[in-house]
């Protein structure tokens, strides 16, 4: 099911307000909002890619290798959900998987 108009613009501004949470290196804080604006709109591989990085930062490696897998597989071009799955990888010790996303 598609995410109505207002849920894809709640989603939007939450975003908004996770992006500022992670810049101010409010990881947590940031997590929670990416969660919010994901259950408003899941098709957007942007959301889980963002909360993937989250993740990275707070060392919660396995939570953010299955973001970003869930973002590469909204869209196989969003290029940063395959550099966040090796990063995740990477600290995960798989390096094979890691070098196949490298490329």
């Given at each position: 099911m598609s995410a109505s108009e207002e849920d894809v613009q709640k989603?939007?501004?939450?975003k908004g307000r996770a992006n500022k949470f992670f810049n101010e290196k409010q990881y947590?804080?940031?997590?929670?909002?990416?969660?919010e604006a994901i259950k408003l709109n899941s098709a957007s591989p942007i959301y889980?890619?963002?909360r993937s990085i989250a993740y990275l930062r707070t060392e919660s490696y396995g939570w953010a290798l299955e973001d970003a897998s869930k973002a590469i597989s909204l869209d196989a071009a969003y290029?940063?959900?395959y550099y966040r799955r090796a990063t995740a990888n990477m600290a995960l010790g798989k390096y094979k998987a890691a070098l196949t996303d490298y490329e």
């Open positions: 989603a939007d501004e939450l947590q804080e940031a997590i929670e909002l990416y969660s889980y890619g963002n290029l940063k959900g």
